[in-house]
Nanobody
Framework: QVQLVESGGGLVQAGGSLRLSCAAS????????IGWYRQAPGKERELVAM???????NYGDSVKGRFTISRDNAKNTVILQMNSLKPEDTAVYYC???????????????WGQGTQVTVSS
């Protein structure tokens, strides 16, 4: 059973850094895309960063130049390096992946449970 497991959230001061990790467990057959969304209270979920290949990335406008998405040494793990954090980055961050669970199934979207990122001002 494929799951997305997030880690790395926490409390940090403005200007600081955090690194989020998302591991796709359950040995998915293929990961077409994997990345991060975030949602603050009362706001819609928004794209943070998405990686469809090592050289194909998309970033939300508000995080460009500050956040970097990349693959970890573990092939099924994606890292979101967040630098120069701002209070407006405070949100629950959700890992999301379009993946193929097995060779015999179709691609589907998977979501992690979310990890809280709080940036103090």
């Amino acid at each position: 059973q494929v799951q997305l497991v997030e880690s790395g959230g926490g409390l940090v001061q403005a200007g600081g850094s955090l690194r989020l990790s998302c591991a796709a467990s359950g040995n998915p057959f293929r990961i077409n895309a994997i990345g991060w969304y975030r949602q603050a209270p009362g706001k819609e979920r928004e794209l943070v960063a998405m990686l469809s290949s090592e050289s194909n990335t998309n970033y939300g406008d508000s995080v460009k130049g500050r956040f970097t998405i990349s693959r970890d040494n573990a092939k099924n793990t994606v890292i979101l390096q967040m630098n120069s954090l701002k209070p407006e980055d405070t949100a629950v961050y959700y890992c999301m992946s379009n993946l193929v669970p097995s060779r015999w199934t179709m691609p589907a979207a998977y979501w992690g449970q979310g990890t809280q990122v709080t940036v103090s001002s």
